[in-house]
Structure formats: C-alpha cells, structure tokens
C-alpha cells in the first residue's frame, strides 16, 4: 500500500491550494484519513481527519479555512486550503488507516508536499 500525495507549491498570502493524496495497492477497506503538516523546527501536527463516515475534525489554527474531503471510488482524500497565511508554510503529509484484508489494519504515510506561503 502506498500513500502519493500532490498538489503543494507556491502561492501568495490568501491565495488557495488543494491538495490530493491517493491511496493504491492492496486496499480492501480506506478507514480514517488525515493530513499532517510539519513547519521547520516544529513538531509535526495534525492539520485534519476525516472518517469512513465522512466526519471531520479541523485544528484550531484552520478551521474555517480549510476543508478535507474524500472520494472513495478513487481512494483519495483532498484537502482544500483558503485564505492561506505565511504561518501554514510546512510540508503536509497525508497519513491514512488502511485495511489491506479483512482482518488487518495498518497506518500508512505519504511522502510529504511542500507548501510555501509568501509574497
């Protein structure tokens, strides 16, 4: 199983980006999804999650300005960031719990996307 995650790159102080993170491999059941970020001398943290069932849960510092979402015919989760500050400069990583048979459940990472932040 693996995690590939696109769509970071440049943009300018309230501008968007949308990223996209696509799970392949041996896949019977995409369980919790969730986007990490990681600024430079900062803890990795939590950015986002979404469930099976589509609930979803922000950290403080982007509520209101991003949105995480899914399609489960493509195995991907997304995330939607608006009105983006110099502060969410970090590379985002999605991370995801898989079940790759019935029986077994693993946590998985993708290889991180940098986004920068800056005019």
């Known amino acids: 199983v693996q995690l590939q995650a696109s769509g970071g790159g440049l943009v300018q102080p309230g501008g968007s980006l949308r990223l996209s993170c696509a799970a392949s491999?041996?896949?019977?059941?995409?369980?919790?999804m969730r986007w990490y970020r990681q600024a430079p001398g900062k803890e990795r943290e939590l950015v986002a999650r979404?469930?099976?069932?589509?609930?979803?849960r922000y950290a403080d510092s982007v509520q209101g300005r991003f949105t995480i979402s899914r399609d489960n015919a493509k195995n991907t989760v997304y995330l939607q960031m608006n009105s983006l500050k110099p502060e969410d400069t970090a590379v985002y990583y999605c991370?995801?719990?898989?079940?790759?048979?019935?029986?077994?459940?693993?946590?998985?990472w993708g290889q991180g996307t940098q986004v920068t932040v800056s005019s």
């Open positions: 991370n995801a719990d898989i079940s790759p048979t019935w029986s077994t459940s693993d946590n998985y």
């Open positions: 491999g041996s896949i019977f059941r995409l369980n919790t």
């Open positions: 979404i469930t099976s069932s589509g609930s979803t």
